[in-house]
């Protein structure tokens, strides 16, 4: 049988980084084994519901990668449009096949009306929590008779659906991950099926629907895998065969919690705006509690579709190290096209001030041979803002003790007049001028190595180290050169 797999979130807001790792090990095992990928919304939950939220998944999705075979996607025009033959993907336009099934469950005795108001249930759960018990519902409406469930109804009174577990029965199951996971249904709560809005809950609709789109594989978060006994004998109540189940692990902070906003990003939308790559995104995702036979860390899609395997995922959470993802997104950024970089830094070249909407054109070959020498330094293309005032500005500062002591070294105040004069008489100030003057100055001064590049790269940068000074000169032009220069002689040297 073609493998199916499914990504089902809910439009509460963004897409959870969580959730990006919960999508792409579904994505990847359907890729591997020649099956398809859905994406379905589940948006039961009316009072939750995010404007624009479905929007915002698709999109995090698609710049991510995980591209789904079936599911809502956006037209031409952004507007949400289906694909697909088992639609539709969104759960609030399915609420006939939910009633209808759980309508069936009541007629096969597996599950039934209950009547009981919110006050009542309180009650009795808090008196439970005095017992020592733990909260569930009690079974009030469980055994009332047919004539009394059709009065009720008649006279229009609210109520649920819920699910009718049998007494004192071990349900059993195995999860990719965990194991052999058994459970009494002792233990259980009658979950509600159907609210009174006529809603589903997830534990309804997620069975109904995994089955009518024909889900071999059930890949989700290990928060669900108390819920899943319940979701095995609905299965069975309806006649209808369970699919595999594979509850992953939670990602945890460094501080060995759940990944929660309060501790940083945890968006894909955040990561995204911050000049993250999607690939280097993606590639350190799947590592978080996941790993190859091989130990390779650095992986394509590709790769990651030849190598992946549930059999390799870690039981215990896995930790998301921001130096790890800052790493990696420096690798990408290093590799990457330099054009694509370009164009993906604009925004933050213009909100840093280094072009406008209007001057970006003419100053692209500027900005793409500035981002050529500094990419090595990024973690993320917003570190460019913080490059502004080392291309703009007339004065410099000295960044540390050991750039201090190197501009006041005897020979560096004649040298850097000498090689004042030079950029002044020179015609064009490119990186092979500049190479040239400071041969020319090796020779005239027997100043080399150390003592002729460390002093010129302070005095026109401040710092000791960085990129190379003959690019940096070029990219600053002559008249900021010898803007620096003069500041350096008249201040620092």
Known sequence: MKPRLRFAPSPTGYVHIGGLRTALYNYLYAKQNNGEYLLRIEDTDQTRLVEDAVEGIIRSLSWAGVVHDEGPVLDANGHITQTGDCGPYIQSQRLEIYKKHALELVEK??????????????????????????????????????????????????????????????????????????????????????????????????????????????????????????????????????????????????????????EGSVAVEDFRSKGYLPEALINYVALVGWSPEDGQEILSMNEMIEKF???????????????????????YIKSADLDRLTELSKGYLIEAGFTTESTYEADYNWLKRMIEVLRERFNKLEDIKEYYAFFTRKDVELEDDEASEIIKLEHVPEMMQIFADKVTAAEVLNADAVKAILKEIQKETGHKGKNLFMPVRVAITGQVHGPDIAIVIELLGKELTKERIGYCLKNLC
């Open 109 to 262: 005795d597996h599950a039934y009306y209950c009547f009981c108001s919110k006050e009542r249930l309180d009650a009795v759960r808090e008196q439970q929590k005095s017992e020592g018990l733990t909260p569930k519902y009690d079974g009030h409406c469980k055994h009332l008779t047919k004539e009394e469930v059709a009065e009720k109804l008649s006279s229009g009174q609210d109520h649920v659906i819920r699910l009718k577990l049998p007494e004192n029965r071990i349900i059993e199951f195995n999860d990719a991950i965990k194991g052999t996971v058994t459970v009494n249904t002792n233990d259980l709560d009658d979950q509600v099926l159907m609210k009174t809005d006529g809603f589903p809950t997830y534990h309804m609709a997620v069975v109904v629907d995994d089955h009518y789109m024909g889900i071999t594989h059930v890949v989700r978060g290990d928060e669900w895998l108390i819920s899943t006994p319940k979701h095995v004998f609905t299965y069975e109540a309806f006649g209808w065969n369970a699919p595999e189940f594979v509850h992953l692990p939670v990602i945890l902070s460094q501080s060995k919690k759940k990944l929660s906003k309060r």
């Open 309 to 331: 395997s549930f059999d390799r995922v870690s039981k215990s959470g896995g930790v998301f190290d921001l130096d790890k993802l800052n790493w990696m997104n420096n690798h």
